[in-house]
C-alpha cells in the first residue's frame, strides 16, 4: 500500500482523494480551514460534491503531512505558490494537479514548483476530468507528463480500471492545455449565451484550439500534445460541459450577466478569469485572438458583443 497526501479539499482534491483510496492507497486530505477539515472529518460529506461520501479510509487534517509516496496539490492556481512553499522540503514527488497560469510572475504549476523547491521531482497531472465523475469512479482518462520515472510512479499508484492514465514527457504542452482551455471554454459559453448557436461555438472550439497549438509550440511543447487528452479533450470538456465552471461563467456573460454578480455568487474558482490575462502576457508576440478577447472582457475593457464583432472583423485568411 502506497501513500498519497492530497492538498486541497475542494471539489477537485476530495474527488482525487477519493480516486486515490479507491486504487487501494493510504490517503491523507489536507484542507486549509481547520473547521472545514473538521466538518469533513466527522459528516464524510462536502457541499463542493453533492451526494458524494468520503471513505472512512481517508483521513482529513488541517496539519501539512510531513511525508508521503506522493504529493497532489489539488489547490487554485492563485493559491498554488502559497501552498507550494509548504511542502515539506524531503518528501515524495510534487504532482500539480492545478491548471492556469500565475499572475505578476506567468508561471506554470511546474514552474513554480522549480522556484520553491529546486531539485525536488515533479510532474503534472491533467485532463478533461470535472470532479463529480471522478468522484463517482465514473470511466475517464487523464495525463501524467514529466520524466519516465515520476509519471509511471503515479500512474502505477493512482490508476484503475475506470480512471486511465497516460504518460507524456511534455510538461509544457500539457500545462498551456489545462490553461488555455480554461480561457476559451469562457468565450464559447458566451457564444451559446448571446445565442449565436452551435456552429458559431464548433468554429471558436477548433479555432481556439489552433491557438493553444501555436502557443505550445512557441514555448517548446508539441502539437501532438496538444491534439490530446491535455490538449483536445480537455477543451473540448470543457466547452461543452454544462458542470463547466468557465463555461458557465461566460454563458451568464454572454446573457448579459455582470461578472462581478456572477463571481459572487459562487464559492468555487473560475480559473479562466485570472488566467486570461496571464496566459495573454505569458504569449508575447504569439497570435491568440480568441484569448485577448476574453482577457480584455473579463478585465471590463470591452463588452460580449464587441468581443464578438471584433473576432467576426478579423482578416480572411486560409486556415
Known sequence: MSSIAVIGAGAWGTALAMQAARAGNDVVLWARDPARAAALAATRKTPRLAG?????????????????????????????????????????????????????????????????????????????NFAHEIAAGLPAAAVVAGTRKVRDAVSRILATPTFRLYGNDDAIGAQLGGAAKN???????????????????????????????RLAVAQGGRMETVMGLSGLGDLLLTCTGAASRNFSLGLALGRGETLTDVLAARSAVTEGVATAPALVARAGTVELPICAAVAELVSARITVAEAISRLLARPRRDE
Open 52 to 128: 458524494a461520501i468520503l471513505p472512512e479510509t481517508i483521513t482529513v487534517t488541517h496539519e501539512m503531512p510531513a511525508q508521503a509516496d506522493i504529493f497532489l496539490l489539488a489547490v487554485p492556481m492563485q493559491h498554488f505558490r502559497g501552498v507550494a512553499v509548504q511542502m515539506p522540503p524531503d518528501a515524495g514527488p510534487l504532482i500539480a494537479c492545478a491548471k492556469g497560469v500565475e499572475m505578476g510572475t506567468l508561471r506554470l504549476p511546474l514552474e513554480i514548483l522549480a522556484e520553491v523547491r529546486p531539485g525536488r521531482a515533479t510532474a503534472v497531472l491533467t485532463g478533461p
Open 183 to 213: 480561457v476559451i471554454a469562457i468565450a464559447a459559453g458566451a457564444v451559446i449565451g448571446a445565442g449565436l448557436g452551435e456552429n458559431a461555438r464548433a468554429a471558436l472550439i477548433t479555432r481556439g484550439l489552433a491557438e493553444l497549438g
